[in-house]
């Protein structure tokens, strides 16, 4: 192979042409795309990728050598190729996950990853031999200088399923990309295939730039019915494809939803949806998925200014956030709107925060002097806590003998939060004596005139606890977190 | 309640650590004034209902919520016997740069009101303070509840 049998290729391109209209479906596309599009413009790992994937394209086994460019010149050789093509088509019905990433000149950087990312396991029904991806690699060297640089300077991609990637990507679906493959300009061409292909993957959201939106006011006629089946496969791959760099899982349905609209759009004539589609890819253009950010795709008949796509962005991120509130606050299932969602979520916390306040009165009032006994106070909501959290068990006169193992972890959490490891003789003799000694030992340290106050406790003093004064380290009671 | 499969945190601790910090900043309270405390029932409400809310922001998290942060600031301000922050952090929300100014939600103007620091949220970022806000709210209510019915002559 070499750079002549390339030119001859590009003489018969009437041929290919021909060739593809009758195929009408992508395969035929992508061989004669295969060929050129490998350029300088694209990222080296594309091409390694693409170059391997035209290898296996030109040759079949039954086409050996003459596919290369020679089957296609003048005339080529139907029954090559068309086994050539059967071959080709069964590849692509198993499914290749859109590559359409092929990046126009703009994103090149990332390519490569995203496409081995995207591989789905049904790529690799792809004849996958070694030789066949030899035979890639030779033929990217064929096309030009361009494929054998990338080819040294980038492991090569050796699974077939990166290839068909390529062919997937590449397929232009219209008479169009068959031209500009038969011109010299591979770069151009594969440009244009993978504009064109960009609208029908979902997935990934970088490659769109403003590839698709060209490609397809180039050759929308012919390649409706290309782009339709395109895009059905592509939809299916881009279900089971599992790179989704997208961040918001909106994205996900929006980009298949988008992937079938344009289908659909594509058979069905409609002005405004060429315009939005093309309008698509360009409000793409700015996402950039190793920046982190969130790529979000325009949605069918929606403004695709970037300020739009933000503005919905965020208008989405709200109404989740609304409706995670909407289950936060008691009774407003029924409630639909914004605007009265807020007003009841604000009418809450303002239930809530008068909540606080009347309580606070009612502390103030009850406990008139304020002197609020740490320990005592513990052990009785600890208890009440107990209470309200399982069902009212009666408690025992001395209940803070009976701890209940929340109360008693609370105590050592205090206990510990203060500085203090919970001695193990603490355990179920965990009673007011004992946190009476601990009070004095916090005054002692601490001036923190804490009234032992056992008024309404029922805690009577244990002998105990004077075995734990002795253990207990000043006492470091913290009041800031 | 935990957070549940929500991309958006808001764990809120158990009832005991409110309890927890409630108690220690009552007593801590206790500590600040003379003991012939001034009995004005206003003033008490006031400083109990403070309390409350410090605590509050304390056990929620401390300074690692926006509100909380903003809270804690705010009583520090008022008061620098009562509340003591850690370490003084410059600011409590990072300055107006952010990006609410372009996005304009007259909407949510009330509840900015409401929740502390919400002046300086973005719409989304005051929509998650305001349930972790809400949640830390309802469990401090239970918390005093308890210490009221428990401190109530039976």
């Not at chain 1, 021909?18 to 992508?26: K, Q, R």
């Not at chain 1, 179920?428 to 916090?442: D, L, S, T, V």
């Not at chain 2, 935990?2 to 809120?12: E, F, L, Q, W």
Request: proline share 7%; aromatic share 6%.
């Amino acid at each position: 192979m070499d750079v002549s049998e390339k030119d001859e290729l590009r003489n018969g391109n009437d041929t290919t042409v021909n060739y593809v209209e009758s195929a009408n479906n992508p395969p035929p596309d992508w061989r004669v795309s295969g060929s050129n599009p490998v350029s300088d413009s694209y990222p080296t790992e594309n091409l390694i990728s693409s170059s391997q994937m035209m290898e296996t394209l030109w040759y079949d086994p039954a086409n050996v050598q003459a596919v290369g460019y020679g089957g296609f010149n003048g005339g080529g050789n139907p029954s090559s190729s068309s086994s050539f093509r059967a071959n080709i088509d069964r590849s692509l019905e198993t499914g290749w996950s859109l590559p359409n990433l092929l990046p126009p000149k703009g994103g090149n950087g990332m390519f490569l990853p995203n496409a081995s990312s995207f591989l789905p396991p049904s790529m690799a029904q792809f004849p996958a031999d070694s030789g066949f991806i030899e035979r890639a690699a030779r033929f990217s060297l064929v096309s030009g200088g361009s494929f054998s640089d990338m080819m040294n300077q980038q492991q090569p991609l050796g699974n077939p399923e990166s290839v068909g990637l390529f062919l997937q990507g590449q397929c232009p679906s219209s008479e169009v990309n068959v031209v500009g493959v038969a011109h010299n300009d591979a770069s151009a061409a594969m440009k244009e295939t993978n504009k064109q292909n960009v609208p029908g993957s979902g997935n990934v959201s970088e490659d769109t730039q403003s590839s698709g939106g060209n490609g397809q006011k180039g050759g929308e006629t012919s390649s409706k019915g290309f782009d339709s089946k395109k895009r059905k496969r592509n939809k299916q791959n881009a279900e089971a494809d599992q790179s989704n760099r997208s961040q918001q899982s909106e994205e996900e349905p929006d980009n298949n939803g988008g992937g079938d609209k344009k289908r659909n759009d594509e058979q069905s004539p409609n002005s405004q949806g060429n315009k939005t589609n093309s309008g698509k890819q360009q409000g793409k253009q700015a996402s950039d998925p190793k920046d982190g950010y969130i790529h979000v795709r325009a949605r069918r008949g929606q403004a695709t200014n970037s300020h739009s796509l933000a503005e919905r962005v965020r208008r989405e991120k709200i109404s989740e956030r609304m409706k995670f509130l909407q289950d936060l606050v008691p009774g407003c299932n029924k409630v639909t709107g914004k605007a009265v969602m807020l007003d009841e979520i604000i009418n809450y916390v303002q239930s809530l925060q008068r909540q606080v306040e009347f309580l606070s009165m009612k502390l103030a009032t009850v406990n008139p002097q304020m002197d609020f006994n740490l320990e005592g106070l513990l052990a009785k909501d600890a208890l009440q806590l107990r209470a309200g959290t399982s069902s009212a068990t009666p408690f025992p006169p001395n209940m803070p003998m009976v701890y209940p193992p929340l109360p008693h972890g609370f105590m050592q959490q205090t206990l510990s939060c203060m500085g203090r490891t919970v001695s193990s003789p603490l355990s179920p003799p965990i009673n007011g004596g004992y946190k009476r000694q601990e009070a004095n030992g916090w005054e002692g340290d601490l001036q923190n005139v804490i009234q032992i106050n056992y008024g309404a406790g029922d805690v009577p003093p244990d002998s105990q606890a004077a075995a734990t004064d002795a253990s207990l380290p000043s006492s470091n009671m913290k009041v800031e977190p | 309640m935990g957070s549940g499969n929500n991309p958006i945190y808001t764990g809120v601790p158990e009832k005991d650590v409110f309890a927890l910090h409630f108690l220690q900043t009552l007593s801590n309270l206790r500590t600040q004034i003379p003991f012939s405390s001034p009995d004005k029932t206003k003033d008490r409400v006031k400083k109990i209902k403070k309390a409350a809310y410090v605590s509050m922001a304390r056990a929620a998290g401390g300074t690692n919520r926006l509100w909380s942060r903003s809270l804690l600031h705010q009583a520090a301000k008022r008061n620098n016997k009562n509340v003591r922050l850690s370490r003084r952090r410059k600011r409590v929300t990072w300055p107006r740069r952010n990006r609410r100014d372009p996005v304009e939600e007259p909407a949510a103007e009330r509840l900015r009101n409401l929740v502390p620091g919400g002046g300086a949220m973005e719409t989304s970022k005051l929509m998650e303070e305001t349930a972790h806000y809400i949640k830390c709210l309802s469990m401090q209510v239970k918390v005093m509840q308890c210490l009221v019915d428990g401190l109530s002559p039976k």
